[in-house]
């Protein structure tokens, strides 16, 4: 290998090693909640659009992780919504729980108290009768764990 | 309490037509799979899978569920009413335990 190309190789290795850690939170910061959405929605993150209309109500800052409430409301009419989901982003299974949902509902409303391992975005989807997905997020500081 | 013992509440009245918050507790470990710390053994989850919600015996809604819901589960959910009649809530988890509650509301 002549000097010219070494320099070349080395550089570009360089720039891939300095790269590396940035591109990693891009693909990789949620593989869990990919997999889990790609699992029961079949869909990824990046296809569910975040819309306003969806009202995810938690704390800012959770004392504990194992009693977190949360509020999931819409003025999306109910005759045009199916299916809502709940998710967290860093738990070790991030569905939480899912919700279908009829005319007979009258209104988008879900009240619980969920858990929390760790500081993470808290998600409410909602799947539409026209087979689109959209979403609300909201990130919870959490201070205590509430897995295990 | 013992595990699978519920509350089950809503408006003792209502007008034709309202959306009323039906409100739930259920005694329930809802423990995930776990490794028991002085023994190492593991412990096998024991959780709520499912809920449905049904107003005079028409199914309303479907809550499935895991070990990601808090323990002695809380849950709210809206329903339209438009005429008298019993909220029924019915309940399982992963041990076959099998529960029921009803609460009756009148409308007018």
Redesign the interface.
């Known amino acids: 290998m002549d000097r010219r190309k070494f320099m070349a190789l080395s550089a570009l290795a360089v720039v891939g090693f300095t790269l590396a850690p940035i591109l990693q939170p891009a693909f990789g910061s949620t593989p869990r909640l990919e997999d889990e959405l790609q699992r029961r929605l079949g869909v990824r993150l990046a296809q569910i659009k975040e819309v306003a209309d969806i009202k995810l109500t938690a704390p800012t800052i959770a004392e504990s992780g194992a009693n977190v409430p949360i509020t999931v409301e819409s003025t999306i009419p109910i005759d045009r919504v199916e299916h809502l989901w709940v998710f967290v982003d860093k738990n070790p299974v991030p569905w939480i729980a899912d919700v279908k949902l009829t005319p007979m509902n009258g209104q988008v409303y879900f009240s619980t108290r969920i858990k929390m391992g760790e500081t993470s975005n808290v998600r409410a989807i909602l799947k539409l009768k026209d087979g689109s997905y959209v979403m609300a997020t909201k990130e919870v500081k959490v201070t205590a764990g509430g897995c295990g | 309490m013992a595990i699978g013992a519920g509350i089950l509440r809503v408006p003792k009245e209502a007008k034709k037509g309202e959306?009323i918050?039906v409100q739930m507790v259920i005694t329930h470990p809802m423990s995930?799979p776990?490794k028991d710390p002085t023994t190492g053994q593991e412990v096998p989850p024991h959780t709520l899978t499912k809920l449905e919600l049904l107003?005079n015996n028409?199914?309303?809604?479907?809550?499935?569920?895991?070990?990601?819901?808090?323990?002695n589960?809380?849950?709210?959910?809206?329903?339209?009413v438009e005429e008298s009649g019993v909220v029924k809530i019915a309940y399982e988890d992963n041990k076959g335990g099998k529960w029921e509650r009803t609460a009756e509301i009148k409308v007018s």
């Open positions: 959306i918050r995930p776990r107003f028409k199914p309303v809604s479907t809550v499935n569920m895991g070990a990601g819901i808090s323990a589960p809380f849950m709210a959910i809206a329903l339209k």
